[in-house]
């Protein structure tokens, strides 16, 4: 929740600066606008809509790094004049759709932004407050309210509203930010038959990917059962050939060779479990995803804490993805980052499954291989992970800054 928080809080502070900016672009409007009924506006117009296009696509920008891309709709500036480019912008509905936008986010997305940011700045205030407040001059103690505060029960009474304001901030933070971010992604979103373009060739992409990754896994179940447990059935069939020929010869040359085949027998039943669970883990069967995601946390070479959230029941393919997409983060996380920690943390998000793994070792991870993490793993870490979680139609988003820390946060869409 604390994380969450903090990611709401980033998200205001960001959305309070193209909020700024609104603003900025809504007054200088006002000016033009004005200043057309004599005239000297009409030559403002197209630069106004060139700014105004701009402050949209920052906000678009914005909102791409912390959730689905909102692709810009448009395309090619058009060639000519003012007439030309006037009767462009008329008849593009996505230049109204950005003024429209540019009005809200200037009113309302400004005013969420100060909240959320006023909701912990007067938490931490109130909550030190009884440290400090005999420092203030005569007459200004108070609260962040500017309720008068100069007793002691009064400064104590200050502090616990401290603790107030900072539940509401680990409340309300996260709502203020998708409220502040629904504009945007109403109004600067392209209009359905582009966007619908755009998730067509998503989807095409995606299906290839996972096509491909269920070719990759066919060829790695082939390759295990040829060469391990195959090869072991065949020293079986061998050896107890052997020991059959021997019992008719000597009886009590046969008990080596019939030793030999039961350690042959038993070694190639573990590879075929081995196999059994590389394709869907028992423990998801037995335990649920929670359980088998315990028994991962459990079995990790690097001490992991795991946080699990109220899942309810999720289709299979969501939780084996969940699960191998754990398991493998775990396993490079041990290999490659030298941490001491690692933290796992799974629940909703919206209408999907959001899975973090963070670790606290150098970081610089890479997907295909260079530096080291939850991301690292050569041929099946990240570029794994990737192809098993695009085939959900879900997103991986991958930080690891030279020096750490690193963490994967990965969503998977769950639907009915």
């Known amino acids: 929740m604390t994380r969450d928080a903090l990611e709401a809080l980033d998200?205001?502070?960001?959305?309070?600066?193209?909020?700024?900016?609104?603003?900025?672009?809504?007054?200088?409007?006002?000016?033009?606008?004005?200043?057309?009924?004599?005239?000297?506006?009409?030559?403002?117009?197209?630069?106004?809509?060139?700014?105004?296009?701009?402050?949209?696509?920052?906000?678009?920008?914005?909102?791409?790094?912390?959730?689905?891309?909102?692709?810009?709709?448009?395309?090619?500036?058009?060639?000519?004049?003012?007439?030309?480019?006037?009767?462009?912008?008329?008849?593009?509905?996505?230049v109204r759709r950005d003024l429209a936008w540019t009005g809200i986010h200037a009113t309302m997305g400004l005013l969420l932004g100060l909240l959320g940011l006023a909701l912990p700045i007067m938490g931490l205030r109130d909550l030190t407050y009884p440290l400090w407040w005999r420092l203030l001059p005569a007459g200004e103690a108070g609260s962040s309210l500017g309720v008068p505060a100069q007793t002691w029960p009064a400064v104590l009474a200050v502090g616990l509203s401290g603790v107030l304001w900072l539940g509401l901030a680990l409340v309300l933070g996260p709502r203020l930010a998708v409220?502040?971010?629904?504009?945007?992604?109403?109004?600067?979103?392209?209009?359905?038959?582009?966007?619908?373009?755009?998730?067509?060739?998503?989807?095409?992409?995606?299906r290839a990917a996972a096509l491909r990754a269920h070719a990759a896994e066919l060829r790695r179940i082939e390759r295990s059962l040829h060469d391990g447990a195959q090869n072991r059935l065949v020293a079986v069939v061998v050896t107890v050939a052997a020991a059959r020929r021997a019992l008719a010869r000597d009886p009590a040359s046969a008990d080596p060779a019939l030793e030999r085949a039961q350690t042959a027998a038993e070694q190639a039943l573990a590879e075929l479990r081995g196999v059994v669970r590389g394709i869907l883990p028992p423990v998801l069967e037995d335990k649920g995803l929670a359980g088998a995601l315990s028994a991962?946390?459990?079995?990790?070479?690097?001490?992991?804490?795991?946080?699990?959230?109220?899942?309810?029941?999720?289709?299979l393919s969501v939780e084996a993805t969940a699960y191998f997409t754990v398991a493998e983060a775990l396993t490079n996380?041990?290999?490659?980052?030298?941490?001491?920690?690692?933290?796992?943390?799974?629940?909703?998000?919206?209408?999907?499954?959001?899975?973090?793994?963070?670790?606290?070792?150098?970081?610089?991870?890479?997907?295909?291989?260079?530096?080291?993490?939850?991301?690292?793993?050569?041929?099946?870490?990240?570029?794994?992970?990737?192809?098993?979680?695009?085939?959900?139609?879900?997103?991986?988003?991958?930080?690891?800054?030279?020096?750490?820390?690193?963490?994967?946060?990965?969503?998977?869409?769950?639907?009915?």
């Open 11 to 94: 998200r205001l502070a960001g959305g309070l600066g193209t909020a700024v900016l609104a603003l900025f672009v809504t007054m200088a409007w006002t000016v033009t606008l004005v200043s057309c009924l004599t005239g000297v506006g009409l030559l403002a117009l197209p630069g106004m809509i060139g700014l105004t296009r701009s402050v949209a696509d920052r906000e678009r920008a914005r909102l791409g790094r912390r959730g689905d891309p909102v692709v810009s709709p448009y395309g090619e500036p058009p060639e000519g004049g003012w007439t030309e480019q006037m009767k462009a912008a008329w008849h593009d509905p996505s």
């Open 179 to 206: 409220l502040q971010s629904l504009p945007g992604r109403r109004l600067l979103a392209p209009h359905a038959s582009v966007d619908l373009s755009a998730r067509v060739a998503r989807l095409t992409a995606t």
């Open 296 to 315: 991962l946390a459990a079995g990790s070479a690097v001490p992991c804490g795991l946080s699990v959230g109220e899942l309810g029941a999720l289709p």
């Open 333 to 416: 996380v041990a290999r490659h980052s030298g941490a001491s920690r690692v933290d796992v943390e799974v629940t909703w998000y919206g209408e999907a499954l959001r899975i973090t793994v963070g670790d606290d070792g150098r970081g610089g991870a890479r997907e295909g291989g260079g530096g080291s993490g939850v991301g690292e793993g050569g041929g099946s870490g990240l570029a794994g992970i990737r192809r098993r979680v695009e085939s959900h139609d879900g997103t991986l988003v991958l930080t690891s800054p030279e020096g750490g820390p690193t963490r994967l946060a990965v969503v998977l869409p769950v639907t009915p």
